[in-house]
């Protein structure tokens, strides 16, 4: 069984077939100034549409830090996307991850393009 921690942090790493197993059947998923989503159904199509795009592209992680304690997990992740035209992208992103009993229950995502220059 995964630990709470692998679970953000392939949620975290587009990796989120890893993850559907653990979700809570009344999960949230607060994206901070865009929208929140509600329920199990809701939150994976969310990722099926996200995987969709992210499979015109390709990812390199430049920064990935995790933070975990019993029941919460955070992870600040800096990654670089270059689509087919070699079109790149920077964000830097912060999920927070709450979970009860193993499941994830709550997932609040913060994420802002950054400059190329501002990543040390």
Same mark, same amino acid.
């Given at each position: 069984?995964?630990?709470?921690?692998?679970?953000?942090? /392939?949620?975290?790493?587009?990796?989120?077939?890893?993850?559907?197993?653990?979700?809570?059947?009344?999960?949230?998923?607060?994206?901070?100034?865009?929208?929140?989503?509600?329920?199990?159904?809701?939150?994976?199509?969310?990722?099926?549409?996200?995987? /969709?795009?992210?499979?015109?592209?390709?990812?390199?992680?430049?920064?990935?830090?995790?933070?975990?304690? /019993?029941?919460?997990?955070?992870?600040?992740?800096?990654?670089?996307?270059?689509? /087919?035209?070699?079109?790149?992208?920077?964000?830097?992103?912060?999920?927070?991850?709450?979970?009860?009993?193993?499941?994830?229950?709550?997932?609040?995502?913060?994420?802002?393009?950054?400059?190329?220059?501002?990543?040390?």
């Amino acid at each position: 069984m995964a630990t709470i921690q692998e679970v953000a942090e /392939a949620f975290s790493q587009h990796r989120f077939s890893v993850v559907y197993p653990f979700l809570h059947p009344d999960v949230t998923w607060t994206l901070v100034g865009a929208a929140k989503l509600e329920g199990h159904q809701q939150v994976v199509q969310a990722c099926e549409n996200a995987l /969709a795009e992210l499979s015109r592209t390709t990812q390199q992680f430049l920064r990935f830090k995790t933070i975990a304690n /019993a029941d919460a997990v955070a992870v600040h992740a800096v990654t670089r996307y270059v689509d /087919a035209r070699w079109n790149s992208s920077i964000v830097s992103s912060c999920d927070l991850y709450d979970f009860t009993q193993g499941h994830l229950t709550a997932i609040t995502s913060y994420t802002a393009e950054v400059a190329p220059d501002s990543i040390s």
